[in-house]
């Protein structure tokens, strides 16, 4: 008699059965919480449209653009924001709005402010928004641009010589090499001064070959194939070459200053100045300004005279033309002045020249910050004098005991507050000590002659 087969237990049945039961529910809660997860994603899409990603190499996304993204800002600088848009775009200049097309992206936007002083509330404030918005329809496009765009805001401190380079046109090299080295580029400009264009129009075809757009000065719809917004700073004054792919320095953006501004006159005025065996020192002069004035002047211009150099008197004016200054600056062969924006023009000078600068009491860093960095980068014979507290007015003011005097760097522990700013850039003049003075005037002669003899 045949042995019957058994049947699988019933509880094996059961077991699988139930472990059938677990998976299916697993799956389930897995395509619950996926379909959850996108969902959230694109209600805060939809309720948050302000796009903010940081990227910590932005110079990687200028050369590949990201198809999925087409605006990424950057702002982890405490200086400044960068955007950039990886799209076609429309720019509307009565608005300052960049529009970018897009049927696959939910709608959102973006603002920026294209000034690198992020870091200063009051002045930003004085800046104007671009906001950049993505939809599924943009303004018609009337002026059609093969190239992308750079946009900055000329605003805030613009107009200050020391402020147009340190806000504007350094950060504008720095920026130009770090995102858009050796690419053709249109500028456009917000919050422009009504002559700033023209004042700096050499200086900025240097840069582009391209018509610069300001806006406020035209009203059509301009396209660009992509576009960045804002400007790079690595500091006061600074262009830090380690930063910078192509390792620019300050001695390259020299050469695009000597390029825009080295004309035939200047080698006329070259040749008949140095005919004369004598170095010459430009005496940069603050007579007419707030503050800081030499006031015994005209004996310090006797004093340089009686040391050897043959001396100019230099106070430019807002219009003053920076051919004729460049050519002043580049044919001498020393820079001897007081703590202020007219020291930028050292920037016009050659490299190994002589540059002295006048350190009033109280600005002790804001001296070193704004041209000591320019002097090194620039390979200066480089100098600052100090000066004593008997040579400042202040203590006519204040008294020698104040704290305004004998401890300049406790009172500014607090801050470079606008009280205290004032105090050290505004109500101090100085009266230089002649026989201090002199030992300083006689190195800058050494080294000022050895220039001359080696270079003309």
């Known amino acids: 008699m045949r042995t019957p087969v058994r049947r699988p237990m019933r509880k094996t049945r059961v077991l699988v059965a139930l472990a059938a039961s677990c998976l299916c529910f697993i799956v389930f809660h897995i395509c619950i919480s996926s379909t959850t997860r996108i969902l959230n994603r694109a209600e805060f899409s939809a309720e948050t449209p302000e796009i903010t990603r940081d990227i910590l190499d932005i110079s990687k996304q200028s050369h590949h653009p990201s198809k999925e993204i087409p605006i990424i800002c950057d702002r982890t600088s405490k200086h400044y924001d960068l955007c950039s848009i990886n799209s076609p775009t429309v720019l509307d200049p009565t608005t300052s709005t960049f529009f970018i097309m897009s049927s696959t992206q939910l709608p959102s936007m973006a603002t920026i402010r294209p000034y690198p002083r992020k870091f200063e509330d009051f002045i930003m404030s004085r800046i104007k928004d671009f906001t950049l918005t993505v939809g ?50 249109v500028i456009v400009v917000s919050d422009a001064p009504k002559l700033w264009v023209s004042k700096y129009a050499d200086l900025l075809h240097i840069f582009t070959k391209h018509p610069i757009i300001t806006l406020g000065n035209v009203t059509t719809t301009h396209c660009f194939p992509s576009a960045k917004l804002g400007l790079i700073t690595h500091g006061f004054m600074t262009i830090n070459q380690t ?214």
Not at 175 to 181: D, E, K, Q, Y
Not at 323 to 347: D, K, P, Q, W
Not at 417 to 428: F, G, N, T, W
């Open 136 to 185: 599924p329809r943009i303004p018609l496009c009337k002026v059609q641009h093969n190239a992308p765009a750079l946009v900055f805001a000329a605003g805030g401190y613009t107009g200050n010589f020391w402020h147009d380079f340190n806000d504007g046109f350094i950060p504008l090299f720095i920026t130009i090499n770090t995102l858009l080295p050796d690419q053709d580029f």
């Open 243 to 456: 930063l910078i792919p192509n390792s620019k320095t300050f001695l390259h953006f020299r050469e695009l200053l000597d390029n825009a501004y080295n004309r035939r006159s200047q080698a006329r005025l070259l040749l008949s100045q140095l005919k004369k065996p004598r170095p010459r020192l430009v005496l940069a002069s603050r007579s007419h300004a707030t503050g800081r004035r030499i006031m015994n002047q005209a004996q310090v211009v006797r004093l340089i005279k009686k040391v050897g150099f043959d001396v100019v008197v230099f106070e430019p004016k807002a219009n003053t033309s920076l051919h004729e200054s460049y050519a002043l600056l580049n044919s001498s062969h020393a820079l001897v002045g007081i703590h202020g924006a007219a020291l930028t023009h050292s920037l016009f000078l050659r490299p190994g020249s002589v540059f002295v600068q006048v350190v009033p009491i109280g600005v002790d860093w804001v001296a070193k910050a704004c041209f000591g960095t320019v002097a090194k980068g620039l390979d200066l014979e480089y100098f600052e004098y100090k000066i004593g507290v008997e040579e400042s007015s202040l203590v006519d003011k204040y008294g020698n005991d104040s704290l305004v005097v004998k401890d300049p760097s406790g009172l500014q522990k607090m801050g470079w507050r606008a009280e205290v700013m004032d105090i050290y850039l505004k109500e101090q003049n100085v009266k230089l000590d002649l026989v201090m003075f002199k030992g300083y005037l006689k190195q800058a002669y050494k080294k000022a002659k050895k220039f001359m003899e080696n270079n003309g």
